[in-house]
């Protein structure tokens, strides 16, 4: 079986619970506060390192106190961090988390993560093989993405593009991804409200999740995947656990089908505890 190397963010989340969202100048009291590693990257390969072996990261910390935390945490779940790099003199990145009504608001602050860039990703990637999956997201700099796409093009690794956050995305990256995964609200800034016509040309390509209710692709038709109900605590990380596990569903040779079905039972495990990493699954969880 393949590896599957995941280059994105690494940060530590600050994460807030209320029962009342302040308005503009307002202050209100909290119901707790607690700090969780995080970073949509460092999310999705400890996602995938709970489900599989052979999970590489590729991104980086500060020389920071929060930078120990991190690749710490990472190597306590399975990822292995030989590639992952300490940047001198900086911060490592935060996600400042506001939980309400079983819901999130995240401001992310990226500091160390805006230097996993070209010169320093290309480089590695040269210790991983043809087959190899290629896991990325929108909280690392634009040209890292569009390099790391040409390079695994010309050397026969496949690229999953979870385009978030949001921002614009050129369409020779698209063409170019094996699998990209945006949300609903994603998918609709994307490609301008024309989900279902952009699903249908880029069969078992897109694919839009959808929350509980599932994922949909296209496949001779538009197929939607439904998903699994469970108690709802803390949705942060939903998103990223399902990456993570569509990524070791599809380097088992799973059909997309069965992959997105198992990445959808992974994802509802994940919203039943506090915090992005708290509640994703182990294998004997989901098998």
């Known amino acids: 079986m393949g590896n599957i190397v995941v280059i994105g963010s690494a940060s530590i989340d600050l994460v807030v619970k209320t029962d009342i969202l302040p308005n503009v100048g307002e202050t209100v009291m909290g119901e707790s506060f607690f700090t969780n590693p995080g970073g949509k990257g460092a999310n999705q390969a400890v996602a995938a390192a709970h489900l599989s072996d052979h999970v590489y990261m590729i991104g980086a910390v500060g020389d920071d106190d929060n ?30 988390i506001t939980l309400f009504e079983d819901d999130n608001r995240i401001v992310v602050v990226p500091a160390a993560n805006n230097y996993v860039t070209p010169d320093k990703v290309i480089p590695k990637l040269e210790f991983f093989a043809a087959g190899d999956i290629i896991v990325m997201q929108h909280e690392i700099p634009e040209e890292t993405i569009k390099k790391v796409v040409e390079y695994a093009q010309k050397h ?3 690229v999953m593009l979870n385009p978030a956050p949001f921002r614009p995305l050129d369409k020779e990256i698209i063409e170019k991804v094996n699998w990209l995964t945006p949300n609903e609200s994603e998918s609709e800034l994307l490609f301008e409200n024309e989900v279902d016509k952009a699903l249908m040309m880029y069969p078992e390509k897109l694919i ?68 992005a990493q708290g ?9």
């Open 156 to 158: 026969e690794m496949r």
């Open 67 to 96: 930078g120990q935390q991190i690749l710490s945490n990472l190597k306590k779940n399975n990822v292995n961090t030989k590639y992952m790099d300490i940047i001198e003199n900086e911060a490592s990145g935060t996600a400042h």
């Open 208 to 275: 839009v999740t959808k929350g509980a209710a599932g994922a949909l692709f296209y496949s001779d038709s538009q197929q939607l995947v439904k998903g699994y109900k469970k108690e709802v605590v803390d949705t942060t990380g939903a998103g990223d656990t399902f990456n993570g596990a569509l990524a070791v569903a599809l380097i088992e040779n799973k059909s997309l089908e069965e992959a997105v079905n198992f990445a959808n039972l992974a994802a509802s495990f994940s919203v039943t505890g506090l915090g």
């Open 279 to 287: 509640a994703m699954p182990y294998r004997k969880e989901l098998d």
